[in-house]
Structure formats: structure tokens, C-alpha cells
């Protein structure tokens, strides 16, 4: 761990959505990567023999392509998840994908994404503290 940084700071993915950074005075906001191990990039191999008997192989990478995952946020200011879902519904309403760049210790996401369905955004309808949003949940995909 780097020097001057505590296990909650790592914990919590960094970064942006759609253009908006995930931080409150230099401090990050509680984001998780949800089914994260999709993002990696996937490989497939096909195999084919010729008519001589010589085996032909192609190899094919998706890069991550149309990856369903999830974002947790948590303790969000009630501004700021203002600011994601405008700018998501933005892009959602031009046909347009929407940025994506975050990482924590075990995923990193840097891609175009769009919304995952029409109820790609849920959240509680109490806000605590009158500030912020507990328990966001975003369902998006890699285009």
C-alpha cells in the first residue's frame, strides 16, 4: 500500500461517471465495481482443420465489449448523483455512450458505457442527512 493512503481510501473505486468525479473535498465516495470480472477483456479460439490435415486457429478478443456490470455508491451527495444521471440521460436520449473511469484494487473500468434496461438506476427515496444518498445502484454496459 502507498504510503500515506489507508485501506478505506483503496477500498473505494476512484474516478468518473459520464464527466462527473467521484470525490467530495478530495475525498473519494463510496463506489464499488459490481461484477467486475466481466470487465476483463475476453478471448475466443477457434479451431479448424484444412483440407490437408494443417490445424488453423483464429483468435478472437472482445475487449470487454457489452460488459454487464454494476456501480454501488454510497453516501453520494444528493448534487452530484444529480449531475451522473443528467449526464447519462443526456447521452441515453442523443443515442450516445457516456464515459466511464474508475479503479479500485482489483477491477479497473475505462470505457464507453450506456445504461444496462430503463431501470438502470435505483436508489431509496430517504435521503440522510438531507445531503446525500445511501445504497445507489447503477446497471450499466460496455459498448
Known sequence: MEEGT???EKRWA??????VELSVDGDPVK?????????QPRRF?????GADGTVYTQGF???GRGASFGLKLDNVPVAMLQQIIEAVNDAVDNNDSFSVELEDD???VSADCTVEGSDW???PDQITNERFFAN???RLVTV
Open 6 to 8: 489507508s485501506m478505506a
Open 14 to 19: 476512484q474516478g468518473s461517471i459520464a464527466g
Open 61 to 63: 478478443d472482445t475487449g
Open 45 to 49: 479460439v477457434n479451431q479448424k482443420r
Open 106 to 108: 482489483f477491477h479497473s
Open 136 to 138: 445507489v445502484v447503477m
Open 121 to 123: 438506476l435505483s436508489y
Open 31 to 39: 463506489c464499488l465495481i459490481l461484477d467486475g470480472a466481466k470487465l
